[in-house]
């Protein structure tokens, strides 16, 4: 079932993303996803776009992301609430995920509280 590897998901996009491992972390995402940041201003689309999202806002900013909490929502979603400090300063943010049925992340909408 898909809820029940969602917060594995979460887990694998965190530990990544921490790791500044960039391959492990656009090896989570389908060839076609889409990360949509209004906090930036930017939507970033396959994976070179998901490439440079992270090596932007996460290697750059020697951003650090500690999980919060998860809310599972229907159809292969989840919310995930994260704290994210580094070179930025400090904030709170929450990741709509949406996975399919590989286990694959095709979206994330990501926001600031």
Same mark, same amino acid.
């Given at each position: 079932?898909?809820?029940?590897?969602?917060?594995?998901?979460?887990?694998?996009?965190?530990?990544?993303?921490?790791?500044?491992?960039?391959?492990?972390?656009?090896?989570?995402?389908?060839?076609? #996803? *889409?990360?949509?940041?209004? &906090? +930036?201003?930017?939507?970033? !689309? =396959?994976? /070179?776009?998901? @490439?440079n999202y992270i090596e932007?806002?996460?290697?750059?900013?020697? #951003? *650090?992301?500690?999980?919060? &909490? +998860?809310?599972?929502?229907? !159809? =292969?979603? /989840?919310?995930? @609430?994260?704290?994210?400090?580094?070179?930025?300063?400090?904030?709170?943010?929450?990741?709509?995920?949406?996975?399919?049925?590989?286990?694959?992340?095709?979206?994330?909408?990501?926001?600031?509280?």
């Open positions: 079932m898909i809820h029940d590897s969602v917060r594995n998901i979460a887990d694998a996009l965190i530990a990544s993303l921490n790791a500044g491992d960039v391959d492990a972390f656009v090896a989570l995402f389908t060839p076609d #996803t *889409v990360i949509d940041d209004p &906090s +930036i201003g930017h939507r970033f !689309e =396959g994976h /070179a776009g998901i @490439r932007r806002y996460f290697v750059g900013y020697l #951003t *650090v992301t500690q999980f919060l &909490s +998860i809310n599972r929502l229907p !159809e =292969g979603r /989840a919310r995930v @609430r994260v704290d994210f400090t580094g070179d930025f300063g400090h904030e709170i943010g929450l990741l709509d995920l949406t996975i399919d049925t590989d286990r694959l992340i095709t979206r994330i909408e990501a926001n600031l509280e």
